[in-house]
């Protein structure tokens, strides 16, 4: 079982649309980080959230922590062209064997279509 | 300087070669990685370096192997690769695996895209 359940998987929308994309679990995270990947390019660090029921902006995306810090959310409103990407929850380990290790749920492929 | 810097950027070697994928930040950060990524799936962990000690190997076959020769510098060295290994591999840095080092994120670099043909 994925440790990160995100979704949708994929998304395909037109330019002025809003959307949200989703990672759950069943466990409690300590912090959770939003990347986003562009072809050809690396995942770039959008925010990290660590404090139950946090909101953060980072201009039209609103990302979001639950209150029991199992779940979060990325809000994009009116999506342009440009936000289309590959976009990634990840969550860091603290823990056991796997201390410091980032893993990834499935990521969303969003389409944004002028 | 922000950057990690990975060389190269393409590769295409045969299930015979060896050839060695480079990877450079001077952000003074302690730790390193290696990913794996397919088309279109997140990126999977390989390996991970603290302080240049190997920390973590994810199970990876050992015709994939992993060299820190400094804190600034991360290899791995390829050999007999098959072409199911054929990926874009990622470089990554992180302040470190502390638990004051968990609020930040991983750098990343762009990737070699590596073909076995």
């Known amino acids: 079982t994925q440790l990160l359940e995100q979704s949708p998987q994929f998304l395909s929308i037109q330019e002025g649309e809003n959307l949200t994309v989703y990672c759950n679990s069943s466990s409690v995270f300590s912090s959770l980080q939003w990347y986003r990947q562009e072809p050809g390019e690396g995942p770039v660090l959008l925010v990290t959230v660590v404090t139950g029921g946090e909101v953060k902006k980072l201009k039209r995306l609103t990302f979001q922590f639950g209150d029991a810090r199992k779940d979060s959310s990325l809000h994009i409103t009116a999506a342009q062209p440009g936000d289309t990407g590959l976009y990634l929850c990840a969550l860091r380990r603290l823990g056991g064997t796997s201390y410091g290790k980032l893993t990834f749920g499935q990521g969303t492929i969003l389409t944004v279509h002028p | 300087d922000t950057e990690v810097t990975q060389t190269p950027k393409h590769l295409v070697m045969g299930m015979t070669n060896k050839k060695s994928l480079k990877c450079e930040q001077h952000?003074?950060?302690?730790?390193m990685y290696w990913y794996k990524q397919k088309a279109k799936k997140p990126p999977e962990l390989m390996f991970v370096?603290?302080?240049?000690?190997?920390?973590i190997n994810e199970s990876v076959p050992s015709r994939f192997s992993p060299e820190c020769p400094n804190s600034s510098l991360l290899n791995l060295h390829l050999h007999a690769l098959q072409p199911e290994d054929s990926a874009l591999y990622l470089c990554?840095?992180?302040?470190?695996?502390?638990?004051?080092?968990?609020?930040?994120?991983?750098?990343f670099g762009s990737g070699t895209r590596l073909t076995v043909v």
């Open positions: 952000m003074g950060h302690r730790a």
């Open positions: 370096y603290s302080y240049e000690k190997l920390s």
């Open positions: 990554a840095s992180s302040q470190g695996l502390t638990e004051r080092g968990y609020k930040y994120g991983y750098t």
